[in-house]
């Protein structure tokens, strides 16, 4: 099932149920501290909570060329930046979100650029897309989806905020063709609760070097994510690709569910094999 999304759609589409972090005045000369220590205890946790915890994995394997690399990078920290993410940021019973953005390519490599950050509002927003933009660039070899999932699902229990939702956003070109299964890491971060969304990257035609297969958004649907509301939007042209990352972003902070949400049906085979990558790979090179 392939879903399109306007940003349009995205805001005009729901207002979330408000709320406000209660607040706790400070107590009078009547008030013991023993009485007040529960209070402040709250107000520190509340302090603490955010709308979503939100992961960023994105692709540098060889198969993105270094504009879309570029590309990719700045519309992350555009779509950080703009009104319409701060505008739904705000729509959030607290208003906040915690996002880490890491690098991934082979199933060993992976490199945190941004670790947890608060997001709530102009300043903050600015600072992390400041940080994404002013590392340098870098590719490497393989593609390593389940790696990914792996890493990410251990980077919630170092996050200092505690989210209403933890969701881990995947991004890349190519199907799963190193490490372990990807469905073996997609059913583990889900059995924790975790939703895991999709962005597959179809902007060139399927080729030998670079492994692209056809049907790449089939294969995100049936193999990558999960969990309620998770979703997958699509880039297939290169000048919609700043457009397709705010738009993801603006959902997922939103708390925003598709129209048509991707339905996995329990023993029903995939449209796309879930080990296609892996196949590709031994094929031609034989390991």
């Keep these: 099932m392939r879903l399109l999304f306007s940003i349009g759609a995205v805001l005009v589409a729901g207002v979330l149920a408000g709320g406000d972090v209660a607040g706790f005045a400070a107590p009078g000369p009547k008030f013991e501290a023993s009485k007040d220590r529960p209070q402040r205890l709250a107000a520190d946790r509340d302090a603490q909570t955010v709308d979503v915890e939100l992961i960023l994995a994105v692709d540098v394997s060889y198969s993105m060329d270094m504009d879309e690399l570029a590309i990719q990078r700045e519309g992350y920290a555009q779509a950080i930046q703009s009104k319409e993410f701060l505008q739904a940021l705000k729509l959030g019973p607290n208003g906040r979100i915690a996002v880490t953005y890491f690098e991934w390519a082979a199933s060993s490599d992976q490199k945190i650029i941004i670790p947890w950050r608060l997001i709530d509002g102009p300043e903050t927003a600015d600072a992390v897309a400041a940080e994404i933009l002013k590392t340098p660039i870098r590719r490497a070899s393989r593609t390593s989806i389940s790696g990914a999932i792996t890493f990410a699902m251990p980077l919630f ?111 029903k085979e995939p449209r796309v094999s879930c080990m296609i990558g892996e196949k590709i790979w031994s094929d031609r090179w034989g390991r």
Excluded at 191 to 196: L, P, R, S, T
Excluded at 239 to 260: N, W
């Design 157 to 267: 229990d170092e996050d200092p905020y505690r989210g209403l939702r933890r969701v881990i956003d995947i991004s890349g070109d190519g199907p799963n063709n190193n490490g372990g299964p990807v469905t073996v890491a997609r059913d583990a971060a889900l059995e924790k609760g975790i939703v895991i969304n999709g962005l597959p990257i179809m902007v060139k035609e399927p080729s030998y070097s670079t492994m692209d297969i056809d049907n790449l958004d089939y294969y995100y649907e049936d193999c990558v994510i999960g969990g309620p509301g998770s979703f997958v939007i699509t880039i297939k042209d290169r000048e919609k690709f700043k457009e397709a990352i705010r738009t993801k972003l603006l959902m997922e902070v939103a708390g925003r569910t598709p129209e048509r949400p991707v339905v996995r049906v329990a023993d």
